[in-house]
């Protein structure tokens, strides 16, 4: 019973040794299987580093406004009798377009030439009387007084007859009429908006850090996006003085709208073009990866220079499209500066002739294997029109 025993005691530690030494020896396999396991190569779209020309610019976000463009409104009151416009007619500087009720001012415009009248002819009676030696000086001097106050009465009654006539202020479109015949105006009531729309105007703001780059006839770029500049004008005004509360300078620019492809009150993006610089290290937006511990590029070097450390790595023989087998990527913090449009500025970090990933980079790491592949470039896309 005892030999039984024991021979079962053996047994079962036989078992249990041979069920711990197998996991471990499981465990190492697949540690060794992973260490060994040759990542697989990560295919990229590249970008090489080449100093150029850099059309440097401030950037902005502006409302477009027509050169001339007021909401048409009455200074007095009325009764609208007639409309002589029609909704987006272009009408001309002069033309009539809405005529309030005038009976009652024309009936006051008679009544006050007829007392200028007869005012003339007391003041031109007392003027004979006086020549004769009948007639006091006075009298010529009231009745004066009073052909001077009948002819203000004139041309007051005229002038608020005049006010019943509603006439375009310059030329340009018209806009839906607001008010309807036999609809009682008061003053201040708008009619419609006319605007002319050949020659826009721009209204944006910059930061006052960039008022000394700023100057009258500047070129400026505007488009409805940051990838569209299609207009082109010049900067006819700046404002003085900072805003205290924003720090932000008030800037306005001329455009010419001749295609009226521009809309008063619609939102522009405007682009304030300032000198070329030469030799200047220009990136993709895509290729900068922005990080906690700064901004950093992937670059494709040669697997002897990843042995190195990063001083080494950035003299070490540069990557080119044919190899795919011996090419690495490493990682490289840089240094930014200006940004225009999707472009960025690198002021350090990369120099002329390296490599740079331009997508993707979400899932690469430094030190992974890597083979070029620029059928789909990101890079090229940004550079089309």
């Known amino acids: ?75 007095i009151d009325g009764i609208v009798k007639e409309i002589f416009f029609k909704p987006n007619q272009h009408v001309k500087k002069g033309d009539l377009l809405v005529q309030l009720d005038d009976e009652i001012q024309k009936a006051d415009l008679v009544a006050t030439k007829a007392e200028a009248e007869l005012s003339e002819q007391n003041y031109k009676r007392a ?34 007859l005049d006010l019943k006539r509603l006439i375009a202020p310059f030329s340009g ?6 008010v309807d015949i036999g609809q009682f105006m008061a003053p201040g009531t708008v009619v419609a908006t006319l605007q002319n729309v050949d020659t826009m105007r721009v209204d944006f703001t910059v930061p006052e850090q960039e008022l000394k780059n700023l100057s009258i006839d500047q070129e400026v ?17 700046i404002d003085p003085k900072i805003d205290p509360a924003s720090r932000l300078v008030s800037i ?14 619609q939102f522009v993006q405007v682009r304030v073009v300032l000198p070329q610089e030469d030799n200047v290290i220009v990136l ?18 040669k697997k002897e220079a990843a042995k190195d450390d990063a001083a080494k790595a950035a003299d070490a023989p540069k990557a080119d499209a044919t190899t795919a087998d011996d090419l690495v990527l490493h990682q490289v913090f840089v ?16 120099k ?34």
Request: with cysteine; glycine share 10%.
């Open 335 to 350: 240094k930014l500066g200006r940004r225009t449009g999707n472009n960025v500025e690198v002021l350090s970090g990369v």
């Open 173 to 178: 479109a018209i806009g839906i009429s607001r």
């Open 127 to 160: 003027q004979t009387l006086r020549t004769q030696g009948v007639g006091a000086v006075s009298n010529v001097d009231t009745t004066a007084a009073a052909l001077s106050s009948a002819k203000a009465n004139v041309a007051k009654a005229q002038a608020t």
């Open 1 to 75: 019973m005892i030999k039984r025993f024991i021979i079962a005691i053996i047994l079962l530690v036989l078992v249990c040794g041979g069920l711990i030494g197998f996991n471990l020896f499981r465990a190492q396999a697949i540690k060794d299987f992973f260490a060994n396991m040759k990542q697989p190569s990560q295919a990229v779209s590249t970008i090489e580093v080449k100093p150029g020309q850099w059309l440097p610019g401030v950037e902005a976000i502006g409302s477009a406004r027509a050169e001339d463009g007021v909401n048409l409104t009455f200074q």
């Open 221 to 237: 770029q505007i488009g409805a996006s940051a990838a569209d500049y299609a207009f082109k004008g010049k900067i006819i005004g």
């Open 284 to 301: 993709p937006l895509t290729t900068v990866v922005t990080s906690l511990y700064g901004d950093y590029v992937f670059t494709v070097v």
């Open 352 to 385: 002329d002739g390296d490599i740079v990933v331009t997508s993707g980079q979400n899932r690469l790491s430094n030190g992974m294997s890597a083979h070029i592949d620029n059928k789909v470039n990101p890079a090229d896309a940004q550079k089309k029109p």
């Open 252 to 265: 306005q620019a001329q455009v010419d709208n001749s295609d009226k492809s521009l809309v008063p009150g």
